[in-house]
């Protein structure tokens, strides 16, 4: 469980982020719409490289609202999952 959250793509993405926008400024400020291929609104987020050994890679353009909705709240459940294993393994 642990190790296919650290695997999963939201995890990656989420790490490559938050070391990123420590040195860059990837949401832009003007609200977008977008119409072809996937609609959307709201603020996105640049697409952006990251060099890491576990969670490098090239990611790409993603809106605000699937990062911190869609993204986020994957990786805080299974890090409750993979906590609550841990507890009932230790127990």
Partial sequence: MADALHKA???AYLCAYVN???HRRLIRARPSVRFEDA???GLRIKA???DS???GG???EKWVHDFLFE???YVLQ???RTGNALSRLLR
């Fill in 53 to 55: 050994k576990t969670h």
């Fill in 39 to 41: 609609p959307g609104h």
């Fill in 58 to 60: 090239k990611f790409p």
């Fill in 48 to 50: 952006f490289n990251y």
């Fill in 20 to 22: 990123t926008v420590k």
């Fill in 71 to 73: 993204d986020n709240v």
């Fill in 78 to 80: 299974n890090l409750v």
């Fill in 9 to 11: 793509p939201q995890t």
